[in-house]
């Protein structure tokens, strides 16, 4: 890989603000798309379908199975084998973020992009051209990603990397009140703002760079299910890669098909995550008393959130 992250805070390309430099050329933006399936035979025709028209560079797809099945023939690989997809069968369940790095693991040299994305979602005409122009506007663009609908809403999927300060606020009162100024500050992107760069994008649907991708040995898989995303995008933001906010992009999502049944579960899953996530770039000590209130607040978030669903 030739491209390279900036160091000490410098760049070869222009910051955010400033016109983009020449792009990169036609050889240094091979494409791929990977997907992971856990039983997601419902959705993955959909998404499949939808590649053709969201990119003029035929990418190679491949497809990570979470969920092989231990009887008969995978419906999963036959679908991959009706699209033309690579199909990666795991014989293990690594979750979301090790799922992808398996996918990844087996693409060529010449893919220099990748396009992360749920089996669940439907590209827009033209949307992933969009998405590689604008990573490849500028050499240190590490990840871009579109702007996501959820049954035509727009889902915050461009957002601060978490702090304390805004990770306390936004589990106390993001539910009782949505408006309140953690949670403003967390959900940093928005379309009416145009492009931007964010503290980290939803890993729904992301396109990376691969070389930095690489650099940083791709998802941290010892997050089973979220916010190996937001440890993705922070990762990258460290190493001097930016993570922009393309919302001329735009994808559509469906959201949660594979978790649907065990709703109760997932939030656990996703409040346990958080934890971790935010106590590992909080450490020491002194900050021990507001790991504990945020600790505090995200058990009583879950439960407020669980109540009547199934556990």
């Known amino acids: 890989m030739t491209s390279t992250p900036p160091i000490d805070g410098q760049t070869d390309g222009p910051t955010a603000g400033e016109a983009a430099g020449p792009t990169e050329s036609a050889e240094a933006t091979a494409l791929a798309v990977v997907t992971v399936s856990y039983a997601s035979e419902s959705v993955l025709p959909g998404f499949l379908d939808s590649i053709h028209a969201a990119s003029s560079a035929h990418p190679l797809v491949v497809i990570a199975d979470n969920k092989p099945g231990v009887v008969g023939p995978s419906p999963t690989a036959a679908l991959a084998e009706q699209h033309g997809a690579d199909y990666v069968p795991l014989s293990a369940n690594p979750g979301y973020g090790g799922g992808m790095n398996a996918a990844v693991a087996t693409l060529p040299d010449s893919v220099h992009w990748v396009l992360i994305s749920n089996p669940d979602i439907v590209l827009h005409p033209g949307a992933l051209d969009l998405l ?36 306390i606020g936004h589990a106390l009162f993001a539910r009782v009140w949505p408006e309140n100024p953690w949670t403003k500050r967390y959900h940093a992107g928005s379309p009416e703002a145009g492009a931007a760069d964010v503290g980290w994008l939803s890993g729904s649907c992301l396109l990376v760079r691969r070389a930095a991708f690489e650099q940083l040995g ?94």
């Open 132 to 167: 590689v122009a604008t990573g490849s506007s500028s050499p240190d663009i590490g990840s871009v990603g579109p702007q996501v609908l959820t049954d035509g809403v727009t889902y915050p999927s461009a957002r601060a990397v978490p702090s304390l300060r805004n990770g």
């Open 218 to 311: 791709g998802f941290d898989e010892s997050y089973f299910m979220y916010f190996e995303d937001v440890d993705l995008g922070y990762r990258l933001g460290k190493a001097g890669w930016r993570n922009r906010y393309e919302p001329a992009a735009v994808v559509e999502h469906s959201g949660g098909h594979s978790t649907a049944s065990e709703s109760a579960v997932m939030i656990d899953a996703h409040h346990r995550s958080a934890y971790r996530f935010l106590s590992q770039k909080y450490r020491g000590p002194l900050l021990l008393p507001l790991r504990l209130v945020l600790r505090a607040g995200l058990r009583i978030r879950t439960r407020l959130e669980t109540r009547g669903k199934r556990a």
